[in-house]
């Protein structure tokens, strides 16, 4: 899973982890350790996160498994 580029979409897009973790229901420490890849991600979670991003869920989740960057 490609976190590294989560993380630059969400720092590009000006959305703090703080704003996911309240919209995932979920302490920012929670969210942290899932973008740094310490705990798993949920699917349950891709379609709050892309709409958080202001994404489509199917656009995230090829950032997120195949490794393509959003633009």
Not at 56 to 61: A, G, M, N, Q
Request: hydrophobic fraction near 50%; glycine fraction near 4%.
């Amino acid at each position: 899973m490609n976190l590294k580029a989560l993380a630059a979409i969400r720092k590009n897009k000006k959305v703090t982890q703080v704003q996911i973790a309240e919209a995932l229901g979920v302490n920012k420490s929670t969210y942290n350790r899932i973008e740094n890849g310490e705990i798993e991600m949920k699917a349950v979670y891709l379609p709050v996160i892309a709409k958080e991003l202001g994404l489509p869920v199917d656009e995230l989740s090829k950032v997120l498994f195949l490794a393509h960057e959003v633009a």
